[in-house]
């Protein structure tokens, strides 16, 4: 097999990669199951985006939801409510939340990241849960089982109490705490906190029991996630392939367990978890409960109306009149940022899923990372990390391009030897062989790189396509999301024009059907890149123009060998 083969080869296995993406861009779509929420509150007819009660998709009949660990019977939320309260949502602010927490239930049903915006360009921060006619996504939590106020055995929900209705991190405080305060009919007081802290995302969530009664008190602790079936609303459409939309369980025994919609209609889970976690992702963000790692939590979900319910019971807390307790789990509600979930739980980090290349892709984002951290520009760290797999592979493509600047030199033999043996296929092949070794030419040398640089190309594309960090990130002039295809298509043609200079370095093929294919590769290559992002394109340009110095040096110097010369 010649060289030209080869390469023609790796160009239409990118050409049947990048369809296989495209054909998944196209026909994996989840299914989209738009709710419709049609309750109203209190002050009339909703819009699009005003608040809707968390229950509102729910049922209020009693339907099955979590079971406790010591019945395994019923213990569902108490769904009903008409409750007409003013002042019913609390804001929480802090330098990277903006909350609205409901007073019914005590829930944050509203949580948009100040870090991120809404889209490219939009001054809007991204709204990650909510609660309206087109979405629902929310974080629950309660007490249920016997006495929990959130359980079947109350006849309504809850209705906190706060000091305030507004809540904001102060300038040089760390920690922000809500605390929303309920009692009992029987007496027993529980205070529900909200523990906030600078410059992070995970939000404890800790109820303080006082039972003041004359008996004891019991209830179990759940933390749920709640989400429609609706599809991912920072889902990239350019980048060709889809990130996960699904829940995640981990647990000792099975670390990342992944279960998409129709798995979560199709079976229940209930099992016991010690030191697990369970997470609901979308692209490059997250929303996790994360159980006391001493505790032994039974993971559930279950169907509520058409919505999703995921989470976890723990086993009854009892406290005894006159006595106090606390109990609580931690949450995560924000970006995926390898580190931060990594200090959070075992395995969360595996949530930025690198693909099938992660110990590729993981390398090179650490150290496009320590780049960016020396830079301060995410193109400008692609470029240097391209210099740097260059150097890498630097002997490896210079005797790629010695032996193709061979065959260059030796084509006028090819020639003729075609003339000669042009009409007898296996003499034509024992004569090329034996001139590529008498020159000592490997005729697979020529492919090498291109065979070493797919792997990097592959994993790359997935740091970009996985990496938070680079969503909406500007390079210069008209490439301000790098995480995107180029508006303009400038970079593509760049990168095609670049890829045509190196080809016509190599060896032209004998054969005229190969070399007209060969021809229309850079062609074929820039349609395909116009809608990569613009951070691969950077690559893959910047990797070409270093190539064709490295080629064209060593072309001239084995050219001015062959013709007996000193370079």
Same mark, same amino acid.
């Given at each position: ?33 738009q ?12 819009? /699009? ?39 019913? %949502? ?5 330098d ?23 889209? *490219? ?8 849960l ?39 991190l ?15 009919? /029987? ?39 709640v ?24 647990t ?6 992944? %279960? ?18 369970? /997470? ?16 032994s ?25 006159g006595?106090?307790t ?30 099938? *290349? ?37 002997h ?27 009409d ?11 001139? %590529? ?20 190309f ?11 960090q680079?969503?909406? /990130? ?29 080809m ?11 070399a007209?294919?060969?021809k ?25 123009i ?6 064209? %040096? ?14």
């Amino acid at each position: 097999m010649d060289i030209q083969r080869i390469v023609l080869f790796a160009g239409l296995a990118i050409v049947s990669y990048l369809m296989v993406l495209a054909w998944n861009e196209d026909y994996h779509q989840p299914q989209t199951e738009q709710v419709v929420q049609t309750e109203s509150i209190s002050n009339g007819t909703q819009s /699009a985006d005003s608040m809707v009660l968390p229950e509102s998709g729910s049922s209020s009949n009693g339907e099955e939801e979590f079971s406790t660990p010591e019945t395994g019977g019923v213990a569902a939320v108490n769904t009903t409510t008409d409750e007409n309260i003013g002042n019913r %949502y609390i804001s929480v602010k802090t330098d990277v939340y903006n909350l609205k927490v409901d007073r019914i239930g005590g829930n944050i049903v509203e949580s948009s990241l100040l870090e991120f915006d809404e889209s *490219l360009n939009s001054e809007q921060p991204l709204k990650l849960l909510s609660n309206t006619n087109n979405r629902t996504y929310f974080l629950e939590s309660g007490l249920i089982g016997r006495d929990g106020p959130d359980g079947r055995s109350a006849a309504k929900p809850p209705v906190f109490e706060a000091s305030a209705n507004e809540f904001v991190l102060a300038e040089g405080s760390d920690e922000l705490n809500l605390d929303l305060a309920f009692t009992t009919e /029987a007496g027993v007081k529980i205070t529900k906190r909200y523990q906030f802290q600078r410059d992070s995302y995970e939000i404890g969530v800790r109820y303080l029991i006082d039972n003041q009664s004359d008996s004891p008190w019991q209830g179990n602790f759940t933390g749920k996630i709640v989400r429609d079936q609706a599809p991912d609303p920072t889902a990239q459409a350019s980048m060709g392939i889809k990130a996960y939309l699904g829940m995640v369980m981990s647990t000792p025994e099975d670390p990342y367990e992944k %279960y998409d919609f129709d798995d979560l209609k199709e079976s229940r889970i209930n099992q016991s978890v010690t030191n697990g976690w369970l /997470a609901f992702l979308q692209h490059y963000f997250i929303t996790a409960w994360v159980p006391d790692s001493e505790t032994s939590a039974q993971f559930q979900t279950t169907q509520r109306g058409q919505l999703h319910v995921m989470g976890f019971v723990y086993p009854a807390t009892t406290v005894a009149a006159g006595e106090t307790t606390e109990v609580g789990a931690t949450a995560y509600v924000g970006p995926k940022i390898i580190d931060r979930l990594e200090a959070l739980a075992p395995n969360l980090d595996r949530t930025v899923d690198f693909g099938w *290349l992660f110990f590729i892709s993981l390398p090179l984002f650490i150290i496009l990372e320590w780049f960016y951290g020396l830079v301060g520009n995410w193109g400008v760290a692609i470029i240097l990390l391209t210099v740097l797999v260059k150097a890498v592979f630097f002997h490896l493509s210079a005797t790629s391009y010695r032996s193709m600047a061979k065959m260059r030199a030796v084509a006028p033999q090819l020639t003729r030897l075609k003339e000669l043996y042009g009409d007898d296929r296996q003499r034509m092949s024992q004569e090329m062989m034996a001139l %590529y070794k008498r020159e000592k030419i490997n005729p697979l040398g020529g492919c090498l790189p291109i065979l070493v640089q797919m792997p990097v190309f592959i994993s790359l594309y997935w740091v970009l396509f996985e990496s938070v960090q680079l969503r909406h /990130a500007p390079f210069m002039l008209w490439i301000q999301d790098l995480s995107q295809m180029d508006p303009y298509f400038i970079l593509p043609i760049l990168m095609g024009a670049s890829m045509f200079i190196q080809m016509s370095l190599n060896p032209t093929p004998p054969d005229p059907m190969q070399a007209k294919i060969m021809k229309l590769m850079p062609l074929i290559f820039t349609v395909f890149f116009l809608w990569f992002p613009a951070g691969l394109v950077l690559y893959w340009l910047v990797n070409n123009i270093l190539s064709i110095s490295q080629q064209w %040096y060593i072309t001239r110097k084995i050219e001015a060998e062959v013709a007996g010369k000193k370079y």
